[in-house]
């Protein structure tokens, strides 16, 4: 005799458990998303090198500017205009008015003396100039 169907205990012997499947996606998922944002967080700036480089130690405020002159402050992107009125929010609280100033090795001197100046009107009275040690 021929079998048209299939026992029930023939039926219900394969199943498949989707939920280790569902469990890697999830975490291949947040793992991804996790690294992308940390590539994202700033854009790499190649200090000038110096001997006499130290290690900052302290809570500064550090003014970034890459290489294709975009300006960061305290690692978040912000426009030359808003520069002024963003930093001297950033002062009025802080007993220490330290400004770390990163630039890029390419550069002109001139950005330099723009931040300088603009920090000093928002109320910064000191200036640090980030440099990395000479190998």
Same mark, same amino acid.
């Given at each position: 005799?021929?079998?048209?169907?299939?026992?029930? =205990? &023939?039926?219900?012997?394969?199943?498949?458990?989707?939920?280790?499947?569902?469990?890697?996606?999830?975490?291949? %998922?947040?793992?991804?998303?996790?690294? +992308?944002?940390?590539?994202?967080?700033?854009?790499?700036?190649? %200090?000038? *090198?110096?001997? +006499? +480089?130290?290690?900052?130690?302290?809570? *500064?405020? $550090?003014? +970034? $500017?890459?290489?294709?002159?975009?300006?960061?402050?305290?690692? =978040?992107?912000? =426009?030359?205009?808003?520069?002024?009125?963003?930093?001297?929010?950033?002062?009025? !609280?802080? &007993? *220490?008015? $330290?400004?770390?100033? &990163?630039?890029?090795?390419?550069?002109?001197?001139?950005?330099? !003396?723009?931040?300088?100046?603009?920090?000093?009107?928002?109320?910064?009275?000191?200036?640090? %100039?980030?440099?990395?040690?000479? *190998?």
């Amino acid at each position: 005799m021929i079998k048209l169907q299939k026992d029930k =205990q &023939e039926k219900d012997f394969f199943t498949l458990d989707l939920a280790p499947m569902i469990n890697i996606v999830f975490l291949l %998922l947040i793992f991804f998303l996790l690294t +992308s944002t940390a590539i994202k967080q700033g854009d790499a700036i190649d %200090l000038p *090198n110096a001997e +006499s +480089s130290k290690k900052n130690e302290g809570e *500064n405020i $550090v003014a +970034s $500017v890459s290489s294709d002159h975009k300006l960061q402050l305290d690692r =978040q992107e912000i =426009q030359k205009s808003d520069l002024k009125d963003t930093l001297g929010e950033k002062l009025k !609280g802080q &007993e *220490n008015k $330290v400004i770390v100033i &990163e630039g890029d090795k390419k550069i002109v001197f001139a950005l330099f !003396g723009e931040i300088i100046d603009i920090a000093k009107q928002a109320g910064a009275t000191d200036f640090i %100039l980030a440099t990395e040690p000479v *190998n």
